[in-house]
């Protein structure tokens, strides 16, 4: 065993026996490397080790503090020990306000908007599309209001049916409820499988709206650790399933938003089986799934649904256009129960852009589309791959997606990327924080870059300009534990 595996044995035995209870500030690098006559850096190998399992957390500018310990109820065997470690439960989810002023932030046209959800605008085929939309503004009938309430457009839930059948997946255009984005269709499949104060698992971390939905309802997160290559732990949400009463679980299968992982099809299949053995309901949100770098769609946990299990939502804010606001949630047998939620909440999707979409599948051009758009942001995604590995410090690691378009970044330990959030906003760049996409601050070294926009000159100096405040933090980072 190596001499900063010695150490670290011997510190995470101190640490299990409570010599250091959770929150206590550990002794600095400096003074470990005094009290064990080890060198500074076996001492730091061994803290970055500890940090890695979770042992350990480093807070930017003041050293490393021992873990804050998981709420969860305590386990009996030695083996769920592990286990537990990947399963983290909040009671009072509180997120809101600082997603709120980070999206708000990346929206000034002044600012790069690498921080930003929503793909290039410019990606999107909007004169088509107007002309789908004024095309149906003047044959708009009176009465067409009304044949656009819940469940909503019927060309357009056949179509999506027809594109469901495509990939194999038999979903009557009566399962189907056309809504306000695939935000609305979540929101309504995760109240349909809940009421305040149940437990639901999401990833951790996870797609902020689930952390905003599940504060909004009252809800408990279970929050499972994910991994930016294969997706949720899923004995860790095995453990969880068996631990507590949990109602319905929030998942992204394909293309995670921020890790960028999707699922393989053998533990989408596991996902399945748990689901039914358990009798637990998913909101499966599928929201990238067009937007693959391969050949062919990864199949959604739905294509396994044989018990009716799985609410799975999408839309076309992603792949189509995003202001038209339209998405769907294919409900099986939760459908009239979710258009009964939409009734009493926003009433329907807007009629006339139910049809414009409608008459835009209806000229076939859809494919086409996405077949362009998918060759575009992978060349997009690869020039921003490029770009940052020639100007990042060697030791900021980027996990690339095999689809959606964008890249999860971690920094080396003890820095942070709400600090850097905060400094490339002076500087007139918005990137999104790790803090957005979990309760706690877990995921402080990590962020998302959105790199859908044209690789061009003002992106190129952005990342250099990344690159100099992450050498900046690295630089007083040193001076302060040294
Ligand atoms: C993972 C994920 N799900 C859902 C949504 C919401 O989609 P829509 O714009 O269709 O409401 C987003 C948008 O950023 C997203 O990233």
Not at 162 to 181: F, K
Request: aromatic share 8%.
């Amino acid at each position: 065993m190596a001499k900063f595996e010695q150490l670290a044995c011997q510190m995470r035995k101190q640490l299990q026996e409570g010599i250091w209870q959770p929150g206590d500030k550990l002794p600095s690098l400096r003074e470990k490397s005094i009290h064990s006559g080890m060198s500074l850096m076996t001492v730091l190998r061994a803290y970055q080790l500890l940090e890695s399992q979770g042992l350990l957390i480093s807070r930017p500018q003041s050293g490393y503090y021992a873990a804050p310990q998981l709420a969860a109820p305590p386990l009996d065997s030695a083996s769920a020990v592990n286990v537990q470690a990947r399963v983290e439960l909040t009671e009072d989810v509180d997120v809101n306000a600082f997603i709120f002023d980070v999206l708000q932030a990346s929206k000034s046209p002044s600012v790069v908007p690498f921080g930003s959800a929503f793909p290039d605008p410019h990606l999107f085929p909007q004169r088509q599309l107007t002309r789908s939309l004024a095309s149906v503004a003047r044959r708009m009938q009176p009465r067409n209001a009304l044949d656009n309430l819940p469940p909503g457009n019927e060309q357009l839930r056949k179509h999506i049916a027809q594109r469901y059948a495509l990939q194999g997946i038999a979903v009557s255009p009566d399962e189907i409820v056309i809504t306000a984005g695939a935000m609305e269709s979540l929101n309504l499949s995760l109240q349909a499988l809940t009421v305040p104060g149940d437990y639901v698992a999401i990833e951790s971390p996870a797609f902020y709206g689930a952390l905003q939905a599940i504060e909004r309802f009252k809800l408990k997160a279970i929050a499972i650790a994910t991994d930016p290559q294969h997706g949720i732990d899923l004995d860790a949400l095995h453990q969880a399933l068996n631990d507590y009463p949990i109602k319905a679980c929030w998942l992204m299968t394909n293309f995670h938003n921020p890790l960028g992982c999707t699922l393989s099809w053998e533990n989408k299949q596991r996902l399945v089986a748990m689901l039914e053995k358990y009798g637990v309901g998913l909101v499966e949100d599928d929201v990238y799934g067009e937007l693959y770098s391969g050949l062919q769609r990864p199949l959604p946990a739905k294509a396994l649904d044989g018990k009716g299990l799985i609410l799975h939502c999408s839309s076309f804010s992603k792949n189509l256009m995003t202001g038209f606001r339209i998405g769907w949630v294919a409900a099986g047998q939760h459908a009239r129960n979710i258009q009964r939620l939409q009734l009493m909440s926003t009433l329907s999707a807007s009629a006339p852009m139910q049809l414009a979409i409608a008459e835009y599948l209806a000229t076939s051009s859809y494919d086409s589309h996405l077949r362009h758009l998918r060759k575009t942001l992978e060349q997009r995604k690869n020039a921003a791959i490029q770009s940052l590995q020639s100007y990042l410090p060697y030791d900021v690691t980027i996990y690339p997606s095999r689809g959606s378009y964008f890249l999860w970044l971690e920094l080396p330990p003890g820095l942070s990327s709400t600090t850097l959030y905060w400094q490339a906003l002076e500087k007139g760049i918005s990137i999104a924080p790790g803090k957005m996409f979990t309760t706690g601050d877990k995921y402080d070294r990590h962020f998302r870059l959105n790199v859908s926009y044209e690789w061009d000159e003002r992106c190129e100096q952005s990342v250099k300009a990344l690159a100099a405040l992450i050498q900046q933090q690295i630089k007083a980072m040193h001076s302060m534990k040294i």
